[in-house]
């Protein structure tokens, strides 16, 4: 009989106080597991959600709040830049370093989802996670440049709100989403899942979306005309970025630029050359998400693997507590094996292999169970963040799971092992008749 088979004998005759030590390993390695996939699974997406631009051009601040606002709706705008900036990045003073700048306008909100204010570039020209390109849901399609009242809606806005192509719906004025109701856009194209922030939102056409407050405040307006232009003072009531009919008196929360390539060193001055020249900041939005997941982020997984690492070690203690309180029972079946010809050194490795056999034995559980965890929270994590997690994402790091047991079973195991290796044959067959 093979020694692993009799490490698994023993471990059947203690069946509930074997099934009860697994378990404490399997709970520790579950919660290590869902660190390392959730943490990867967010770290990954947050980083992928920056990509598909260079830089954002926005007002000065906090290059971080401009970076979560813009890319990833969370907070209020910074502040806005003037629209001619737009137009300087796009069309004239700095076309020849842009090969795309789309305009970002912020400001409504649509059932607790945020309503950007964007042009038809947003999806024809950018891309995301590594390069891929937006596409859209059966019968949908990107809004157009002469539709200045058309929608486009990402996949968890759609089916939280029940939107679907053809339905209308009224942005509400402000960030706090309680404000007065607009005139309608019709939608046009619902997103394909992404993965990303851009699924909770909805995306209008910038010319509707100044248009239809310059019409509001001129109607607004006692005795006015309905082309009346809105006065600049006023501009700014509207999530201080200015809806108005001269656009020079427009106003935008951000321009997301994509770089021309074909000269380096032009393109690495670029973002100061921006800076120098308007009064704005350039921000990488990959460094700023790096900087926050190796500062912040990074720290907090520190400590929940420490925690999870710890629950492991505790686990392991308790197989050596196990194995240990068992050996005074198992002084007969010890010497039986002597006698029958089993050198101290077998005997000791049959104890070593029991440990190992129970640590590996609740990590696999552990590693199902902590995979079903993250399958289990995936939903929710999509819902409130948009990042999609799923119970078959695996990292490599889990690998290192199974020597990390294997050594910690075998540590655990040695004294233990080394009470075997030491029973006296003679006193424990005489002991136990």
């Known amino acids: 009989m093979s020694l692993w088979k009799i490490a698994w004998r023993s471990i059947q005759q203690r069946s509930l106080a074997s099934t009860l030590t697994a378990v404490s390993m399997a709970l520790g390695v579950a919660l290590v597991v869902a660190v390392l996939v959730i943490h990867s699974v967010i ?23 401009l970076v979560l606002n813009t890319v990833y709706h969370i907070g209020r705008p910074v502040g806005t830049i003037p629209y001619r900036y737009f137009k300087e990045l796009a069309q004239t003073r700095f076309a020849a370093e842009v090969e795309t700048a789309v305009p970002i306008c912020m400001g409504d ?4 989802f945020r309503v950007i204010g964007t042009n038809p570039d947003m999806f024809d020209k950018l891309e995301y996670l590594d390069g891929r390109k937006y596409a859209f849901q059966e019968g949908g399609r990107n809004f157009d440049w002469g539709q200045p009242f058309e929608a486009v809606v990402g996949a968890t806005a759609a089916r939280k709100t029940g939107m679907k192509v053809g339905d209308e719906f009224r942005p509400v004025h402000g960030e706090s989403g309680e404000g007065e109701e607009h005139a309608p856009f019709i939608i046009v194209g619902i997103l394909e899942p992404t993965g990303t922030p851009i699924d909770r939102a909805f995306f209008v056409n ?17 005795g006015s005309g309905a082309t009346q232009a809105k006065p600049a003072a006023a501009a700014s009531d509207h999530g201080d970025h200015g809806h108005a009919d001269d656009e020079d008196d427009r106003k935008l929360s ?41 500062g912040l982020v990074g720290d907090v997984q520190v400590v929940l693997l420490i925690l999870a690492v710890l629950i492991v070690v505790v686990a392991g203690i308790g197989i050596m507590v196990s194995i240990y309180n068992s050996m ?15 050198r101290r050194g077998t005997v000791m490795a049959v104890i070593l292999l029991e440990s190992i056999l129970l640590a590996l034995g609740g990590g696999a559980i552990g590693m199902v169970l902590g995979h079903g965890l993250t399958g289990a929270l995936g939903p929710v994590i999509s819902e409130r963040t948009g990042v999609v997690v799923s119970a078959l994402q695996f990292q490599t790091n889990e690998l ?14 040695y004294l233990p092992a080394v009470i075997a290796y030491r029973t006296d044959v003679a006193q424990s067959l005489i002991a136990s008749p």
């Open 400 to 413: 290192i799971l199974i020597p990390g047991l294997v050594i910690l079973a075998s540590l655990v195991g």
């Open 206 to 222: 910038i010319t509707g979306f100044y248009t239809l407050h310059t019409t509001e405040a001129a109607e607004e307006k006692p």
């Open 109 to 112: 909100h649509y059932s607790g």
């Open 43 to 65: 770290d990954k997406s947050f980083r992928r959600s920056a990509q598909g631009y260079d830089l954002i051009v926005g007002p000065k601040g906090s290059r971080l709040d």
């Open 328 to 342: 005074n029972d198992r002084r007969r079946e010890i010497a039986i094996m002597r006698a029958l010809g089993a």
């Open 254 to 294: 951000a321009v997301l630029i994509v770089t021309q390539k074909d000269d380096y060193q032009r393109a690495m001055a670029f973002p100061k050359r921006v800076v120098e020249e308007m009064d704005v900041q350039a921000v990488a939005p990959a460094e700023e998400i790096d900087r926050l997941f190796r």
